[in-house]
């Protein structure tokens, strides 16, 4: 089992930023990949960014390329985001997740692992 704790959500004005960040525990970290993932009330969870296991991969979504950056502290056993130049359409419950790898952890129903989400919410 891998125990997934996210924090750092928050309100932010459009335009701001705010870093989330993914504390692991339990089984290997720097075995899986990882990723997160963002929901809005109605609407399927939705791809934002994955890493490989060594950090030296990673992968967005098109909506946030250039803005949004992933990393990892294996050493921590944390995985980081970092979201710059926020847009209203960010605002949403934002989830982290374990997968075997960068591509599967692309996927929600490939994930094996879920956190519990942080709310982020981005005012105009």
């Known amino acids: 089992q891998v125990q997934l704790v996210e924090s750092g959500g928050g309100l932010v004005q459009a335009g701001g930023s705010l870093r989330l960040s993914c504390a692991a525990s339990?089984?290997?970290?720097?075995?899986?990949?990882m990723g997160w993932f963002r929901q809005v009330p109605g609407k399927e969870r939705e791809f934002v960014a994955a890493?490989?296991?060594?950090?030296?991969?990673?992968y967005y979504a098109n909506s946030v390329k250039g803005r949004f950056t992933i990393s990892r502290d294996n050493a921590k056993n944390t995985v980081y985001l970092q979201m710059n130049s926020l847009k209203p359409e960010d605002t949403a419950v934002y989830y982290c997740?374990?997968?075997?790898?960068?591509?599967?952890?692309?996927?929600?129903?490939?994930?094996?692992?879920w956190g519990q989400g942080t709310q982020v919410t981005v005012s105009s």
């Open positions: 339990g089984r290997t970290f720097n075995n899986y990949a």
């Open positions: 997740a374990a997968g075997r790898t960068m591509l599967t952890t692309t996927v929600a129903e490939r994930c094996d692992y």
């Open positions: 890493i490989s296991w060594s950090g030296g991969s990673t």
